[in-house]
T-cell receptor
Framework: DTAVSQTPKYLVTQMGNDKSIKCEQN?????MYWYKQDSKKFLKIMFS???????INETVPNRFSPKSPDKAHLNLHINSLELGDSAVYFC??????????????FGPGTRLLVL | LAKTTQPISMDSYEGQEVNITCSHN???????ITWYQQFPSQGPRFIIQ???TKVTNEVASLFIPADRKSSTLSLPRVSLSDTAVYYC??????????????FGTGTRLKVLA
């Protein structure tokens, strides 16, 4: 069983389109995250949800809107896609959002290419 | 903000012990030190976590001196499959009182035959 899964694995789309990436974790964790890894391999946190509540919202354009229908799911919707959105998007989860002490489990990533 | 500094890359040979050191001069009292491994085209994978002194698991050891301003990940007898990027992270308190991890550039370890 995959602990953290993401769909789709690959996403190729045109500028201006709207797309969604889905994430599910079966670990029973309370906290989920979205990260973006750019072409230079820098991994940056975008959002964090704890018990379906938004906890961390980094300086991300409001074209990106996360949604957590329940603790096991955290989806990412992106409006009006731009070339600079091309990256690998990773979903992750952890047991809780505790002071630096929680290991995060990452999904396999979604490779987004905006043409 | 508690940031980390690591060597950009390291080369080693199969069977050797590899030590990767990370500096985190501004580590906060409640911060833990966590190391992740990332293979190409995969998400980061948790390796080991510690607060002080030494932690060992089936994969690696983590050495943390008393001042906690640095830490060293030790991989015993590396193999070709250990070629990956290794990230050192510390818990980072935000102004809202919640915590987030900051991934640095990581150390690209290449194991040679």
């Amino acid at each position: 069983d995959t602990a953290v899964s993401q769909t789709p694995k690959y996403l190729v789309t045109q500028m201006g389109n709207d797309k969604s990436i889905k994430c599910e974790q079966n670990l029973g964790h309370d906290t989920m995250y979205w990260y973006k890894q750019d072409s230079k391999k820098f991994l940056k946190i975008m959002f964090s949800y704890n018990n379906k509540e938004l906890i961390i919202n980094e300086t991300v354009p409001n074209r990106f809107s996360p949604k957590s229908p329940d603790k096991a799911h955290l989806n990412l919707h992106i409006n009006s896609l731009e070339l600079g959105d091309s990256a690998v998007y990773f979903c992750a989860s952890s047991q809780d959002l505790v002071a630096g002490g929680e290991a995060q489990y990452f999904g396999p990533g979604t490779r987004l290419l905006v043409l | 903000l508690a940031k980390t500094t690591q060597p950009i890359s390291m080369d080693s040979y199969e069977g050797q012990e590899v030590n990767i050191t990370c500096s985190h001069n501004n580590i906060a009292t409640n911060d833990y030190i966590t190391w992740y491994q990332q293979f190409p085209s995969q998400g980061p994978r948790f390796i080991i976590q510690g607060y002080k002194t030494k932690v060992t698991n089936e994969v690696a050891s983590l050495f943390i001196p008393a001042d906690r301003k640095s830490s060293t990940l030790s991989l015993p007898r590396v193999s070709l499959s250990d070629t990956a990027v290794y990230y050192c992270l510390v818990g980072d308190p935000t102004t809202s009182g919640t915590y987030k991890y900051i991934f640095g550039t990581g150390t690209r370890l290449k194991v040679l035959a």
